[in-house]
């Protein structure tokens, strides 16, 4: 019963940013972890980043560390993912999941509610 819904996705240019929304309605939102994936043409839906239920705690994948930083609003029911120093390979359909409290960040089947995603296309 929690309904997600990304936006913020676009195109820009290498090495421009991009920040992504994802809101959150239907459920206490400060109940659940609030995590990105993304999809490029042809691969599977891969982990990008996870935030935990109070926003104490963040891990992301190697290939956007240092680059990519997420975070969360509680109240406004939100978490962003604040994109910078974007490469042609970011490009992909970006997707906002939603798990309890005990999810595995990246383990995609722990994951209760998907938002239907939101473009992000990176030109060289």
């Known amino acids: 019963q929690v309904q997600l819904e990304e936006s913020g996705g676009g195109l820009v240019q290498a090495g421009g940013s991009l920040r992504l929304s994802c809101a959150a309605s239907?459920?206490?939102?400060?109940?659940?972890?609030m995590d990105w994936f993304r999809q490029a043409p042809g691969k599977e839906r891969e982990f990008v980043a996870a935030i935990s239920w109070t926003g104490g705690s963040t891990a992301y994948a190697n290939s956007v560390k240092g680059r990519f930083t997420i975070s969360r609003d509680n109240a406004k029911n939100t978490v962003y993912l604040q994109m910078n120093s974007l490469k042609p390979e970011d490009t992909a359909v970006y997707y906002c999941?939603?798990?309890?409290?005990?999810?595995?960040?990246?383990?995609?089947?722990?994951?209760?509610?998907w938002g239907q995603g939101t473009q992000v296309t990176v030109s060289s």
């Open positions: 999941a939603a798990g309890p409290r005990s999810v595995r960040a990246g383990v995609k089947a722990e994951y209760d509610y």
């Open positions: 239907g459920r206490t939102f400060s109940s659940y972890h």
